[in-house]
């Protein structure tokens, strides 16, 4: 079936650095991406979505870029905190409200 | 309260046994959503819900499987008969309509033993 997954399983970051989170999608459909933050022993946090009119879109220190020509979808944090440590989602659906289908997940180390 | 909220957090189940899981979705949320995450996996849909109505069962691995939602507000997905691979934590959200984003609780997680 048609899924959404992400290129590298664990990013290691210093702290203050950057950090950028790739993910791959293939339904062609979707009209809706977002990225969800899972801390250990907690359920996913929205941190920020796309609709597919758009190609990049800004929130607190998180941007999110989506190109559609080659299905692809980046979150991209500025200045990574410890506190950004946690594995992160990307997630497609046809719309807002609508079921997920969720990537594999990155897990992001910040480094003191 | 302000979040999604589920019980137990923790379930331990003898392989065999029935399980209930409840979610508590956020006031006045019409859409309410199941899903099960399987250890260093991503979540997995399971089943959807717009007030009582259950619309979208298709995620459901089988017929051991059953959630309802009775009064539109709190739900319960009923596992019975457990098996070892039904382990894993069961998550649920809740969005306010079907165009809005949903809002997760912290999950059960199941063992089966």
């Known amino acids: 079936g048609e899924s959404v997954g992400l290129h590298l399983p664990t990013l290691s970051v210093q702290e203050g650095d950057n950090s950028i989170i790739n993910c791959a999608y293939s339904n062609s459909a979707s009209d809706y991406f977002i990225w969800y933050k899972q801390e250990s022993g907690k359920g996913p946090q929205f941190i920020i979505d796309i609709r597919s009119n758009m190609d990049k879109r800004q929130g607190q220190r998180v941007t999110v870029l989506l190109n559609k020509t080659v299905k692809h979808l980046s979150l991209q944090i500025a200045a990574t905190q410890p506190g950004d440590s946690a594995v992160y989602f990307c997630a497609e659906s046809k719309a807002a409200g609508n079921k997920l289908t969720f990537g594999g997940g990155t897990r992001v180390l910040v480094k003191p | 309260g302000a979040g999604v909220s589920q019980s137990p957090r923790y379930k331990v189940a003898k392989r065999g046994q029935d399980v209930a899981l409840r979610c508590d979705p956020i006031?006045?949320?019409?859409?309410l959503f199941w899903y099960q995450q399987a250890l260093g996996q991503g979540p997995e849909f399971l089943t959807y819900f717009q007030n009582e109505a259950q619309l979208d069962k298709s995620g459901l691995p089988s017929d051991r499987f059953f959630a309802e939602r009775p009064e539109g507000s709190v739900s319960t997905l009923k596992i019975q008969r457990t098996q070892q691979e039904d382990s894993a934590v069961y998550l649920c959200?809740?969005?306010?309509?079907?165009?809005?984003?949903?809002?997760f609780g912290q999950g059960t997680r199941l063992t089966v033993v």
């Open positions: 006031s006045g949320h019409v859409s």
């Open positions: 959200a809740s969005s306010l309509d079907s165009i809005t984003e949903a809002f």
